[in-house]
C-alpha cells in the first residue's frame, strides 16, 4: 500500500476553500490541500487570536481571519473543523457570507447532530454534504497538522436528502485528493458505528486512566513507573482534546449509551468466567477478539510492527 501522497492534481476541486477551525484537522486540510492542490486559495477562519497569529506565520493559508462571515465570503467550499458542540453557532455566524451554490461539509465525528444544528442556518442554493475523516492523532492546534493525516484513512460521507449528486462527488473528490478512501452512509447508521469503533473506546480509556489516577495517589507513582503497553495506549487515547470528547458524547449519546449498555453485559461475562475458572470461556472471547486485530492489520488501517510501529528513541 502507498505511504506516501501521490503527484497533486492538475486542476483543483475547489476555487476557494474556506476552514473553520485551525485544529490538528484543519491545519492538516490545508497542509494537503495546498500540497496536492485541492484548492486554488486557502482561507483560515479561526475565533482564536493565538491561532491565527500561528497559522499567518506557519503560512498554510492564503487569508486568516476572525469574522466566519467575511472569512467564508466567496468561497466555494466551506469545511467546519470545529467541536461539533459548536456546529450550530459557527453556521449561524457564517451564514451572511455564504455564497449561493457552494458547498458545506464538516469533519465532525457525530453527524446526526451536526446536520440538526447546521442545515437550519444554510440559505437555500448551498449544498450540506457532511463528512468524517476517521483519522487524528492525541495532538491538538495549528502545528499539530500533517498532510498525510489522512492518508490511507477512510472519510465517511453521510449526504442528507437533499444533497445534489454535484455536491457530493465534489466533496468525495476533495478527500480522495487528500488520500482518503471514501464510505457513504447515513448520519445515523455513522453514529452508531463510530460508537462502537470511536467512541466507547474514549470513554473506556478515560475511565481507565482516571482509575489510575486516583490509584497513583495510593501506590506513591508505582502505576505510572511500571506502566505496561497496554496502559500506556489507554494515556494516549485519554490524551485527547477533551472539548472535542466532551462534545461527541453529548451529542451521540443514544448511540453511545446503546453501545456501553452492550459493553457492560459483555464485561459481566467475563467477570464470571474469571470468577468460576471458566478458562475456555476465555480463551474463546480472546480468540474472537485477536481475529478483529488481524482484520484491521489486513485492510491496512494498522501496522503488525511491534510497538505498533512508534520509532524507537535513538541510543
Not at 476533495?174 to 464510505?183: C, D, I, K, L, T
Request: net charge negative.
Amino acid at each position: 500500500m502507498a505511504d506516501k501522497l501521490g503527484p497533486a492534481l492538475a486542476e483543483p476541486v475547489f476555487d476557494r476553500l474556506a476552514l473553520v477551525g485551525l485544529g490538528l484537522i484543519g491545519s492538516s486540510l490545508a497542509r494537503v490541500a495546498r500540497r496536492m492542490n485541492l484548492a486554488r486559495s486557502i482561507v483560515a477562519i479561526d475565533a482564536s487570536e493565538e491561532v491565527r497569529a500561528r497559522v499567518t506565520e506557519l503560512g498554510i493559508a492564503d487569508l486568516v481571519t476572525g469574522d466566519a462571515a467575511e472569512g467564508v465570503r466567496g468561497a466555494d467550499c466551506v469545511i467546519l473543523c470545529v467541536p461539533v458542540g459548536a456546529c450550530g453557532a459557527v453556521a449561524e455566524a457564517m451564514k451572511p457570507g455564504l455564497t449561493p451554490g457552494a458547498v458545506v461539509s464538516d469533519v465532525g465525528s457525530v453527524k446526526t447532530s451536526v446536520v440538526e444544528q447546521v442545515a437550519p442556518h444554510l440559505p437555500d442554493g448551498v449544498h450540506f454534504v457532511p463528512a468524517h475523516p476517521v483519522a487524528g492523532t492525541e495532538y491538538s492546534g495549528p502545528d499539530a497538522g500533517f498532510a498525510t493525516l489522512f492518508l490511507n484513512r477512510w472519510c465517511i460521507l453521510t449526504p442528507v436528502p437533499d444533497s445534489e449528486t454535484e455536491a457530493v462527488a465534489k466533496v468525495r473528490a476533495f478527500w480522495e485528493g487528500a488520500g482518503s478512501n471514501v464510505e457513504e452512509m447515513t448520519a445515523e447508521h455513522h453514529d452508531l458505528v463510530l460508537a462502537v469503533t470511536s467512541h466507547l473506546p474514549h470513554l473506556i480509556a478515560y475511565n481507565i486512566v482516571g482509575t489510575a489516577a486516583d490509584l497513583e495517589t495510593v501506590t506513591e507513582s508505582e502505576v505510572i513507573k511500571f506502566s505496561a503497553g497496554g496502559f500506556r495506549d489507554f494515556t494516549r487515547i485519554a490524551a485527547s482534546d477533551p472539548t472535542m470528547w466532551r462534545d461527541v458524547f453529548l451529542h451521540n449519546k443514544k448511540a453511545v449509551l446503546e453501545m456501553l449498555g452492550r459493553f457492560a453485559e459483555d464485561l459481566y461475562a467475563l467477570q464470571r468466567a474469571i470468577r468460576w475458572d471458566d478458562g475456555q470461556a476465555l480463551y474463546d472471547h480472546f480468540s474472537r477478539t485477536r481475529a478483529i486485530r488481524r482484520g484491521i492489520i489486513d485492510l491496512g488501517q494498522e501496522t503488525a510492527a511491534p510497538d505498533f510501529g512508534r520509532p524507537k528513541p535513538e541510543a
